[in-house]
């Protein structure tokens, strides 16, 4: 009977290795899940496939939950992007212009950009893997033009530094996130943007 016992144990198959990749994915996702709201100072920089042209941006960007989302852009000229619930506000003060969409659906958001709210699975959106220097790779599992692939640079805690989203015309865009502050109490009024009353304002079509 020992004898039997012993050659099971033997026989037994070890537990497979834990995959690198899906245990930074759900780093990731604890972190921001448990993250409540976030301030960061960002620099941008978009890199068109076709042209081999560079732009550079930097700025703020602040989140919190739920579903707001704001990008406060310095350099190269002023320009704020914020989403608040259904509300998309995009504002050009030196064009004295903004872009309003008063039913804008969150929902159409890319996961490249939602998991910073909480939102979405990573592991079920995307197929995972660990790029160079760590990074985790993530590749849809359904077609989307938008996103080829994301390369996401995280930090200990499972905070990302760093992405780069690839489209499906090539495009990248790199975003470095510096000082950040994790739970800092953003109060809600920090993602309404106060247009001036002479802004020359275009709403969303058919809205």
């Keep these: 009977m020992k004898a039997l016992l012993a050659a099971l144990l033997v ?10 990749a899906a245990e930074l994915a759900r780093k990731v996702q604890g972190f921001y899940e448990a993250t409540r709201d976030l301030e960061a100072r960002f620099e941008q920089t978009y890199t068109y496939a076709g042209f081999g042209r560079r732009q550079v ?7 919190k939950k739920p ?6 852009y310095e350099k ?13 506000v995009q504002y050009e003060p030196e064009e004295n212009q903004a872009y309003v969409d008063e039913k804008f659906d969150a929902s159409a958001m890319s996961a490249a950009v939602t998991f910073l709210l ?5 592991a ?12 985790l790779v993530l590749r849809p599992r359904e077609p989307d033009p ?7 640079t995280v930090g200990p805690s499972g905070e990302v530094t760093a992405t780069r989203v690839v489209d499906g015309a090539g495009n990248a ?8 502050r994790r739970n800092p109490g953003l109060p809600e009024s920090a993602f309404d943007v106060k247009l001036p009353k002479d802004v020359r304002r275009v709403d969303a079509a058919g809205r």
């Design 67 to 72: 579903g707001m989302m704001r990008w406060d």
């Design 118 to 122: 909480g939102k979405g699975d990573l």
């Design 76 to 88: 190269p000229a002023a320009k704020t992007v914020a989403v608040k619930g259904s509300r998309l």
């Design 124 to 135: 079920r959106e995307f197929r995972l893997a660990t790029g160079e220097g760590g990074t």
């Design 173 to 180: 865009n790199e975003v470095k996130l510096t000082a950040v």
């Design 11 to 20: 026989a037994a198959p070890a537990a497979p290795p834990p995959d690198p």
């Design 146 to 152: 938008r996103v080829e692939s994301i390369a996401l």
């Design 57 to 63: 941006s930097s700025g703020t960007l602040r989140v």
